[in-house]
């Protein structure tokens, strides 16, 4: 059973620029959360999504958005690249059911270094 | 506002020796609490959880943790630890009512002298 993946491992851009993060969730999960790790920080909650919506946002600003897609796979899309965008992006997937509260599983990370 | 204090930045111990790492939450009713491990370059692993029930909880790799609501704590402990428990620790707080987004703390990093 393959566990949360996502891709790529490694980007590097340029300030200015637009940034694709991808993440497919574990098997039988259907809800997504992103989560940005900067260096020597915990994860900060950036949002989630479920049933193709965004559920709840973190204190993120607008250049952050996402997409949930009807296989629960998900991206996330910043634009406008800042240097402080610089992290670790995780993605976590759920299952959300009808008991409201699930754990959330955490992907290998996709590390994003702007120039 | 909801928010999860880890006080100690870096922790060092010996192969064997016992081990105890400090959370601490701030929160408006009983949340659901977890201990998740990252290795470096990696994601989290969770280590263990606490939804309701017993305080004292049994994880994985020889972990267990105490919820203490008294003292808004929820520790995390291990009789003898390994060379390769050397990790960041990170406890992290959530609930259903906040849409279950979880609230971590910055960390705690093991080193283990052999």
């Known amino acids: 059973d393959a566990g949360v993946t996502q891709s790529p491992t490694h980007l590097i851009k340029t300030r200015g620029q637009q940034v694709t993060l991808r993440c497919s969730p574990k098997?039988?999960?259907?809800?997504v959360s992103w989560y940005q790790q900067a260096l020597g920080q915990g994860p900060q909650f950036i949002f989630q999504y479920y049933e193709e919506e965004e559920r709840q946002r973190g204190n993120f600003p607008d250049r952050f958005s996402g997409h949930q897609f009807p296989n629960y796979s998900s991206e996330l899309n910043v634009n406008a690249l800042l240097l402080g965008d610089s992290a670790l992006y995780l993605c976590?997937?759920?299952?959300?059911?009808?008991?409201?509260?699930?754990?959330?599983?955490f992907g290998p990370g996709t590390r994003l270094t702007v120039t | 506002a909801q928010s999860v204090t880890q006080p100690d930045i870096h922790i060092t111990v010996s192969e064997g020796a016992s081990l105890e790492l400090r959370c601490n939450y701030s929160y408006g009713a009983t949340p659901y609490l977890f201990w998740y491990v990252q290795s470096p370059g990696q994601g989290l692993q969770l280590l263990l959880k606490?939804?309701?029930?017993?305080?004292l909880v049994q994880g994985i790799k020889g972990f267990e943790a105490e919820f203490k609501r008294s003292q808004s704590s929820f520790n995390l402990r291990k009789p003898s630890v390994h060379w390769s428990d050397a990790a960041e620790y990170f406890c992290a707080v959530g609930a259903r009512w906040t849409g279950n987004q979880f609230y971590f703390g910055t960390g705690t990093s093991l080193t283990v002298i052999p």
């Open positions: 098997s039988g999960h259907d809800t």
């Open positions: 606490y939804f309701s029930g017993d305080t």
């Open positions: 976590a997937s759920s299952e959300a059911g009808t008991s409201g509260y699930y754990e959330q599983y």
